[in-house]
T-cell receptor, first 113, second 118 residues
Framework: GENVEQHPSTLSVQEGDSAVIKCTYS??????FPWYKQELGKGPQLIID?????GEKKDQRIAVTLNKTAKHFSLHITETQPEDSAVYFC????????????FGKGTHLIIQP | GAVVSQHPSRVICKSGTSVKIECRSL??????MFWYRQFPKQSLMLMAT?????????EQGVEKDKFLINHASLTLSTLTVTSAHPEDSSFYIC??????????????FGPGTRLLVL
């Protein structure tokens, strides 16, 4: 089955700086890679996703890049703000989003004021 | 946007009792609903996949007789934890995959249900 590795487990950055979280996956059949933000006691919230036919996607301060050859994808958050503090999860799926997701272990992002 | 609700948001029960958790897609119909479990400070782990009108498919290591799933309509799936024990205490989260329309193409997650078994 799919295995998703996520690094780092904790990331502390100064407000206004950029944050990068990286994930690797094992199943070459995976074709859908979403990123979720989870605040304490809440369900995960989709912040951006990318499909295997695209190398990069951007939505305001958030961007995701995908390298299919190397089987890794990354989340980039620019101009970080205090409200960006949360746990971020990457995930992978071989059904284009229609199958159960395999999640990474999560990154606790801390924005220092 | 696409909204998925769960009820109850938290439940405390005695060991040996059964607990039912509901997952509803409020503004779309869902072909498929998924149930995940998340232990404290850990990631989400897929428990089972349910399709409306079909038997659920369980992941390896998840007891189907303990975690009963019913997906009776395109907007409702229920998870019943039977004979709950303290080790079943966890955060249970559902997601729904839209049948078609504006939200098609990705899963939307509910807010989760915190289960504490005493």
């Amino acid at each position: 089955g799919e295995n998703v590795e996520q690094h780092p487990s904790t990331l502390s950055v100064q407000e206004g700086d950029s944050a990068v979280i990286k994930c690797t996956y094992s199943d070459s059949a995976s074709n859908y890679f979403p990123w979720y933000k989870q605040e304490l006691g809440k369900g995960p919230q989709l912040i951006i996703d990318i499909r295997s036919n695209v190398g990069e996607k951007k939505d305001q301060r958030i961007a995701v890049t995908l390298n299919k050859t190397a089987k890794h994808f990354s989340l980039h958050i620019t101009e970080t703000q205090p409200e960006d503090s949360a746990v971020y999860f990457c995930a992978a799926d071989s059904g284009g989003g229609a199958d159960g997701l395999t999640f990474g272990k999560g990154t606790h992002l801390i924005i220092q004021p | 946007g696409a909204v998925v609700s769960q009820h109850p948001s938290r439940v405390i029960c005695k060991s040996g009792t059964s607990v039912k958790i509901e997952c509803r897609s409020l503004d779309f119909q869902a072909t498929t609903m998924f149930w995940y479990r998340q232990f404290p400070k850990q990631s989400l782990m897929l428990m089972a996949t349910s399709n409306e009108g079909s038997k659920a498919t369980y992941e390896q290591g998840v007891e189907k007789d303990k975690f009963l799933i019913n997906h009776a309509s395109l907007t409702l799936s229920t998870l019943t934890v039977t004979s709950a024990h303290p080790e079943d205490s966890s955060f249970y989260i559902c997601s729904a995959y839209p049948l078609a329309g504006l939200y098609y193409g990705t899963q939307y997650f509910g807010p989760g249900t915190r289960l504490l078994v005493l």
